[in-house]
């Protein structure tokens, strides 16, 4: 296939920034390493029937209210006042979620995937359902945004070193015109070697280590260890 007929690929590194890209017709990654993502590819890997995404405390209580689903999120990666549970991917074995509805809501992550409601398609990613999504990706042929969901609008440096991770395994399906998208294979070249050593340098590490989740932490950096590929359609997401 020449340049030309390729489809293109695009990053954007913040939430802040995804309203400078057109997600008609596109297949959009939502990518929140520490914790969303990883949690929703967990949850789904032990069983769970689904995952719904919201956007507040109080959205998160009545609809887990409503369909007896289980209720988590955390707002500053603490369990959020009035949640059963947190945003810990090892709160969710199979003993505990398979067959369940878990209704979760986040400081960065829940809020992207609405914000992504325009795309032909959502897919999530994280370290852990790495090689799912890749091959997800190229076997779509479809033009493709990474998104990453930052801290607080603020670009962070797990979410684009997956973001470069993904981009450097398909780069050859794809005609990539994205500054964004060359950084972040940058990062994911200069850490990918040592990730967790880098990882410890973000700020995100050092705000979830105060809480003591470095065993989350050092969990979500693992590759293909919750092999599902989760899409997000009509306000809830599924095992593909």
């Not at 954007?12 to 400078?20: E, F, K, V």
């Not at 590819?41 to 007896?68: M, N």
């Not at 999530?124 to 042929?141: E, H, K, P, Q």
């Amino acid at each position: 296939m020449d340049k030309g007929n390729k489809p293109s690929l695009e990053v954007s590194l913040s939430p802040a920034l995804l309203h400078l890209y057109d997600l008609s017709q596109k297949i959009v990654v939502v990518i929140d390493v520490l914790r969303a993502t990883s949690t929703i590819c967990t949850a789904l890997h032990h069983g769970a029937q689904k995952v719904i995404p919201v956007d507040s405390v109080e959205k998160c209580i009545e609809i887990g209210r409503q369909l007896g689903a289980i209720t988590a999120g955390e707002r500053d990666g603490q369990i959020a006042p009035g949640l059963e549970h947190g945003n810990s991917p090892l709160e969710y074995p199979a003993s505990f979620i398979q067959g369940k509805t878990l209704v979760l809501t986040t400081t960065n992550g829940t809020r992207l995937l609405h914000m992504a409601k325009d795309a032909e398609e959502i897919v999530i990613g994280s370290f852990l359902n790495l090689s799912i999504v890749c091959d997800y990706l190229v076997a779509r042929n479809r033009p493709v945004v990474l998104a990453c969901a930052g801290w607080k609008d603020r670009i962070n440096l797990e979410d684009s070193v997956l973001a470069g991770a993904i981009l450097h395994r398909i780069k050859s399906h794809f005609d990539v015109q994205c500054d964004a998208a060359l950084i972040a294979e940058q990062l994911y070249l200069a850490t990918h070697n040592n990730l967790m050593e880098h990882i410890q340098q973000a700020s995100h590490y050092k705000r979830l280590s105060q809480h003591g989740f470095q065993r989350d932490i050092a969990y979500c950096l693992k590759i293909d260890q919750a092999t599902v590929l989760p899409l997000y359609r009509d306000g809830a997401i599924e095992r593909a």
